[in-house]
């Protein structure tokens, strides 16, 4: 007998709000249903009303871990319309802190991975150490989670040989610690029985299906855009890609530590090559009309942001692709044939930044359970009559 | 007597729930520092808890989004009496950078009653844990 078990929008498991149905047979997962938009906030199109510099500040928030993911991969894409190119000291500064968000984040999933696999004490200890990494990014940008370090042609912050030097101390204490994690499997059978084999995701399927970023890396797919379409300093910058053959959770625990041990290398060559000189140059206020994609290894994987110009000093359209959207696919091949207990740890395992993804607009009725595609003219058809019939708002202000 | 222990034991340990109400994240991360080692709430008695139903504190992130709307209606429905609402960051406050959005109502105090508002964009983990001590030196 089949069975549909709905799990979330609000559900312990899940941190954030997104709906998941689960087709069941006994305990085992026969299909999967992702419904999304419970985070979805109109981003896309608020950034069109905003000038190229207030954007910045908007593609910050469309998520809190990889906001400078989003900033940079937004700034990229603006300054290879307005045509400036920042100075090598800025490039450095700016991808300074976007390795030390990689740490950050991959820090935070690797608790999340601990607390799903009923791991507690791994969680805490990751997370305390993650406090280092913030204090650093404190001490850098002013900010512990919205660096707001980016502008147009550069940073916006410089930093000293005093910095640095705590930086490279901060270092030292870090790579400790993620040797210890990286041997924690030979020390913990427990939690290595937990996650092996758990949420499996072959080679083939991660290809067909289009994973990015540690997902597709831990099925020993090699690809990383700072390898494959060098941004910034990355061609100059030796790291290596790290990938997995288990295709599985464990796979994908591994590919983050190493990943992080990457992180590290990275950070202490960019501290100790640092140029010197200005950190940005002044930009135009406007853009020549053009389009751009630009692209950018978030700690989740690729994220793709394309903007068109129209001549004005506001973007035409803005358009995000998150990592997280792109996993999806991946994931309810991932939960098939699984246990209903797996679905929070593979659901983890993808890193899911539910406020990344949520942009696209997918027409649900909520209360019905019903779900239909509609056409854009009937949609505007209906928007019209619906305009006719409102109230007219006499006292309504404009929300600026 | 009776009423004088069940406020006591009340202050001593309310039960928190984590809700995202669309939020970008950055301030659920935070709640989530709030209660791992460097600043441990937990010690202050406070303890996460995973459904509405056991909880006396909701946390809530994050402008209200249309489509969770009615589902944070229901689940503040769900919370037993005596309830209390903590507004985390400038989104829950207000809507901060998404005010104008189409599909933001605007702040947490538009779909339902809040206690406490901890500004910032996002909130510092200190900043919660002031939160939730002035909660407490209100009951």
Redesign the interface.
Known sequence: MKFTVPIG?????L???ISLRMTLEGEVIRDADIRL???????E??AE?KTWLQNI??TE?????C?HSHATCYTQGVEKLMEIEPPKRGIYLRFLVAELERVHSHL?WL?VAGHEAGFDTF??YT??D??VV?DILEMVSGN???YAINTLGGVRRDIDDLQKKKILDSLDFLRRRSEFYFKIGANEPSFVARIAGVGRLSKEDALALCAVGPTARASDISQDVRKDDPYGMYAEVPFEVATATSCDVLGRVVVRVKELMQSYNIIEFLLKNLPDGPVAVRAPRRAKPNEVVSRYEAPRGENIHYIKSNGTDKPERLKVRAPTLANYPATVVMLRNGFIADIPLIFAAIDP???CAERAVVLVD??SGEEKIVLMSELRKQAHERWKKAPLKKDAVW?? | MLQRIVRWSRKKSPWILHLNSGACNACDIEVVAALTPRFDVERLGVLLKATPRHADVIISTGPVTRQIKDRIIRIYEQTPEPKFVIAVGACAMSGCVYRGAYNIMGGLDQVIPVNIYVPGCPARPDAILDGVVKLLGTL
């Open positions: 929008p609000q559900h312990p498991a941190k954030e709000p938009g419970y985070n979805h906030r109109g981003l199109k608020l009303e500040y908007v928030r469309i998520c809190g871990i906001s935070l608790g969680f805490m997370w305390r993650r406090e913030m512990r989670v919205h930044c539910i406020c909520g209360r929300p600026f």
